[in-house]
């Protein structure tokens, strides 16, 4: 199985396709860009975000380019976004963020780069959704959520990968208050069923370098927390 897969990351580079991420600065997308790191399966990785990281030194983190932008004037940098084959996005904001703030980073922010990516020939687009979203909650969160996956969809992408994760486990030194509220709350149901409502960044990270590996014949494709540690593992999902 890791020779099939090597092989099938070696074809992929061999097709010199560059990428971009946005969210790169929280949990999941510095999982994520460790992973692409680790790879090594694209020429280039275009991190996108408000502010640069000086974490990526060294020749391992060579393929790393860092851009500074304006969200609230993305039109402003759609170059950014032109001739990238693949595009990971991993923007959001924690609940408790005010209503304003936290509505332009789980929504407006990502369905205007998604628009932008479209644009700039963006071909698989990989979106880091949540496990609850529903566009007809009453629920700002899982309402906005919903919206994204279906404004993302109508978009038409050659291909759509939208992961649902439940509580994300993230390495921090102070972990927040509601993901140690969380912990504490599924601590029973991960212990005993540790797949079923809880995924480490590390994971995702990983089930989205392995979809970008692994070819798709539906245009949309979607990993309910389950699925996300089932595709890290290389394995086809159980739908």
């Known amino acids: 199985m890791a020779e099939a897969a090597s092989t099938k990351e070696e074809e992929f580079l061999s097709t010199n396709q560059t990428a971009f991420v946005v969210g790169h600065t929280g949990g999941t997308g510095l999982a994520l860009v460790q992973e692409l790191a680790d790879r090594n399966i694209f020429q280039k990785v275009v991190l996108i975000g408000r502010r640069k990281l000086e974490k990526y030194d060294g020749e ?26 693949v595009g990971f996005s ?7 963020t005010p209503k304003e703030i936290y509505k332009k980073a789980n929504h407006d922010y990502i369905v205007k780069v998604a628009e932008l990516a479209k644009a700039g020939g963006c ?18 969160h899982k309402r906005l959520k919903g919206e994204v996956e279906a404004e993302c969809t109508e978009l038409g992408f050659q291909r ?26 599924l601590a029973p149901i991960m212990y005993f069923k540790p797949t079923l409502m809880s995924v480490p960044a590390e994971t995702i990270g990983k089930a989205m370098v392995n979809r970008v590996v692994d070819p798709c014949t539906e245009p949309v494709e979607t990993f309910e927390n389950k699925d996300i540690h089932t595709a890290a593992e290389g394995k086809a999902s159980e739908k």
């Open 90 to 96: 991993c923007l959001g904001a924690p609940k408790g």
């Open 160 to 185: 759509l990968s939208i992961f649902r994760p439940g509580l994300i486990l993230i390495k921090r030194e102070r972990p927040r208050l509601a993901e140690r509220l969380g912990r504490v709350m």
């Open 123 to 140: 071909r698989h687009f990989l979106l880091e959704s949540a496990i609850d979203q529903d566009k007809n909650s009453m629920m700002i």
């Open 60 to 85: 391992k983190y060579n393929k790393l380019e860092q851009k500074i932008v304006d969200f609230e004037k993305l039109e402003d940098y759609a170059d950014e976004f032109k001739g990238h084959g």
